[in-house]
């Protein structure tokens, strides 16, 4: 009896939280108060948003719609050459002005999936251009 007693108070958090946060994000899905985290690949990189629940709002990882760039942990040395050209192109590209994230969703590993701008220029085409980034539209990888 003891256990429910201190189950169901966390079980109404949640649930009253996570009924807040889809709501927020109905409201919208795109953001534009965005501060840059870490970058983590070519096509992943963590944010800090403006919103009223930091706890939702603080280290949200976004992945960038419609590309996909080579892996850092792969084992093949110049496919991780790569991975680490595209990391700093994005880190440059990120860090170069105002970054929007734009009609964003969530993804199968529950990142924003969003258009990603900085200062109006798409970060998805600037690495499809510099050719670091192959189309990606999700599913299984071609290889």
């Known amino acids: 009896m003891k256990k429910i007693g201190r ?41 800090y948003l403006a919103c009223s629940y930091k706890l939702f709002c603080s280290s949200v990882s976004v992945r960038v719609r419609g590309i996909d760039t ?34 964003c969703t969530k993804d199968k590993y529950f990142r924003l999936l969003c258009d990603v701008t900085v200062d109006g220029k798409n970060l998805a085409s600037a690495l499809l251009e510099a050719g670091l980034a192959k189309e990606y539209e999700g599913g299984g990888k071609k290889v």
């Open 70 to 103: 080579p892996e850092l942990r792969s084992k093949d040395e110049a496919v991780k050459q790569k991975a680490r050209e595209a990391r700093a192109f994005t880190k440059a590209f990120l860090e170069s002005g105002k970054i929007r994230l734009k009609d």
């Open 7 to 47: 189950i169901l108070p966390v079980l109404a958090a949640l649930l009253f939280f996570s009924a807040v946060q889809a709501q927020e994000q109905a409201q919208s899905s795109s953001f534009y108060k965005v501060k840059l985290g870490r970058v983590i690949d070519g096509d992943t990189f963590k944010v």
